[in-house]
């Protein structure tokens, strides 16, 4: 496969200069902020690595040139996605500042790797291949569903619990440092996540065994976190069920089945490089996104403010495995 020309908006409306010196600059001014704000106690890793990546990233963008080609046009390509994630998480911020309600960014989650996907298929020729397809139609049936659940879910209630706390400990500088903390730092994580799909949009072989697994991934992930989160907002708009454990239907199969299938969802995209020649190199964004859903900030930030709330949570832990399901007889037979 020819490596395809970088593409215009880099080229010519942010030259390949101004790249390295934007990436950089916000990087080195994220980094210092973090240390600042981190003061006595020293600046994490787990923070610290989200500046660092994009900057390993130009190093590598400023040394394409020495890689094989068909590697070359998924630097590029990678490259280009997340900088067009870049600038649409910005207008998120800038709406969620205004709104004051960056609960928003939740809703923009699913569309940001949606849009970056497509505008890279679109940039890179629009590909016709089979597999590319049904890749594009299956990100874009998960983006708007779930984006559309979280907008019903959230936008009539204001800003959610998790965000308020935030704006309330970040005082004054919270409209500033709001940008750093939800945006770029989900930004990065969510753009990392998306290297599958961009290795994916260069498919040019049809389809495969890789292809049907891939489906079949996607539809099990797909199921899990759309018939879950269809079983959630039932039980929480029925009066009776208000401060209640939601234990029954897909979440008496595991405590956060629509996390599971997430988790699935990505697994399906990096199934669908494995059809491309460097397909194996987004096998590790796969694995992050199980061990962030699994034993992330995802899981235990929603496990600690349940148990909180909720007086019977602690009893639906003991009985319930948190990520991975398992059939509820399965339990009862073993007990």
């Known amino acids: 496969m020819e490596s395809a020309k970088l593409p215009q908006f880099m080229t010519q409306a942010l030259p390949g200069a101004s790249v390295y010196l934007i990436v950089t600059a916000v990087s080195v001014l994220w980094l210092v902020l973090l240390y600042l704000r981190s003061k006595p106690k020293g600046l994490p890793l787990r923070l610290a690595i989200y500046p660092v990546v994009p900057l390993i ?36 911020w800038l709406l969620g500042s205004l709104l004051r309600n960056h609960s928003i960014m939740d809703i923009a989650y699913p569309l940001t790797p949606w849009a970056g996907t497509a505008l890279g298929w679109l940039q890179w020729g629009a590909s016709r291949d089979p597999q590319v397809l049904l890749l594009l139609a299956c990100a874009t049936v998960w983006a708007w569903r779930l984006s559309g659940y979280l907008a019903v879910r959230y936008l009539p ?28 730092t989900q930004g990065v994580l969510v753009w990392m996540w998306t290297w599958p799909l961009a290795l994916a949009i260069g498919s040019d072989s049809g389809t495969s065994g890789w292809t049907w697994l891939a489906l079949a991934a996607w539809l099990v992930g797909f199921g899990f976190e759309a018939f879950g989160d269809w079983q959630m907002h039932r039980f929480r708009t029925h009066p009776a069920n208000k401060g209640q454990v939601m234990d029954r239907g897909l979440w008496a199969w595991c405590r956060h089945p629509n996390y599971f299938g997430e988790a699935m969802i990505w697994l399906a995209y990096g199934l669908f490089a494995l059809a491309t020649p460097w ?18 900030s995802a899981l235990s930030m929603t ?28 339990k009862s037979q073993s007990d």
């Open 157 to 184: 209630h204001g800003e959610e619990a998790r965000y308020a706390r935030w704006r309330e400990r970040g005082g004054s500088t919270w409209w500033w440092w709001s940008y750093f903390q939800i945006y770029l």
């Open 279 to 296: 397909g194996w190199l987004g096998l590790p964004m796969v694995a992050t996104v199980f061990w962030f859903m699994n034993r992330g």
């Open 303 to 330: 496990e600690r403010y349940m148990l909180k709330t909720k007086p019977g949570y602690a009893d639906y832990m003991a009985r319930t495995p948190a990520f991975f399901p398992r059939p509820p007889a399965w």
């Open 57 to 92: 990233w130009m190093a590598l963008f400023a040394q394409r040139g020495a890689l094989d080609p068909s590697l070359r046009e998924v630097v590029e390509r990678a490259t280009f996605m997340g900088l067009a994630m870049w600038a649409l998480l910005t207008g998120v």
